[in-house]
């Protein structure tokens, strides 16, 4: 069974940094794109960025509103992918979801329960 | 970026109900179009990839069709544990985009 399980939220100051994880288990993490999604309290879905797999170099892609702020890695070892968020905004606010890319294809198939982030004073 | 718009934004349906949402994207994004479904307070699931595809364990009573600009979420014979709110997302193009969704609830 495909489980994706995030963790590492929390109340940070603005201006702060925070490191979200995704555990991922059930399938063969090293194949497939893994994404980030977040949802602002009471918004719609707002995509955060993707990290390909080794297959492609592991790299990236960013919405631009994190450009620059945050970075995604993943550690195949541990089969974990992470959110390293910096310098955050009270607009940064959401609950942020990891998705699993579909193998061979660029779409999601499966999200986890995600984690909530609050930036606030 | 690619602006994905969705209507209605809200619609009220009865249990057995056929229920169309429509979806269009800014420019053509080929069939590179997915559709979600997201319950109150759970995570998205993952309906429909490439336009017309159903994920893996959803009903047959979910369909979608389109190509290019506009697309559309059917639900044949609207069930109880469909009232959700749904999603589109664009795939062609970074940075990837979701439509503002559209609401299903019970009439």
């Known amino acids: 069974e495909v489980q994706l399980v995030e963790s590492g939220g929390g109340l940070v100051q603005p201006g702060g940094s925070l490191r979200l994880s995704c555990a991922a288990s059930?399938?063969?993490?090293?194949?497939?794109?893994m994404d980030w999604v977040r949802q602002a309290p009471g918004k719609g879905l707002e995509w955060v960025g993707r990290?390909?797999?080794?297959?492609?170099?592991?790299?990236?892609e960013y919405a631009a509103s994190v450009k620059g702020r945050f970075t995604i890695s993943r550690d195949e070892s541990k089969n974990s992918l992470y959110l390293q968020m910096n310098s955050l905004k009270t607009e940064d606010t959401a609950v942020y979801y990891c998705?699993?890319?579909?193998?061979?294809?660029?779409?999601?198939?499966?999200w986890g329960q995600g984690t909530l982030v609050t930036v606030s004073s | 970026d690619i602006q994905m718009t969705q209507s209605p934004s809200s619609l009220s349906a009865s249990v057995g109900d056929r229920v169309t949402i429509t979806c269009r994207a800014s420019?053509?994004?080929?069939?590179?179009l997915a559709w979600f479904q997201q319950k109150p307070g759970k995570a998205p699931k993952s309906l429909i990839y490439?336009?017309?595809s159903l994920q893996s364990g959803v009903p047959s009573r979910f369909s979608g069709s389109g190509s290019g600009t506009d697309f559309t979420l059917t639900i044949s014979s609207l069930q109880p544990e469909d009232f959700a709110t749904y999603y589109c997302?664009?795939?062609?193009?970074?940075?990837?985009?979701f439509g503002p969704g559209t609401k299903v609830d019970i009439k």
């Open positions: 998705a699993r890319g579909r193998r061979g294809a660029a779409d999601f198939d499966y």
């Open positions: 059930g399938f063969t993490f090293s194949d497939h794109y």
């Open positions: 990290i390909r797999n080794k297959a492609n170099s592991y790299t990236t």
């Open positions: 420019q053509g994004i080929s069939n590179y």
């Open positions: 490439a336009a017309s």
């Open positions: 997302q664009q795939y062609n193009y970074y940075p990837f985009t």
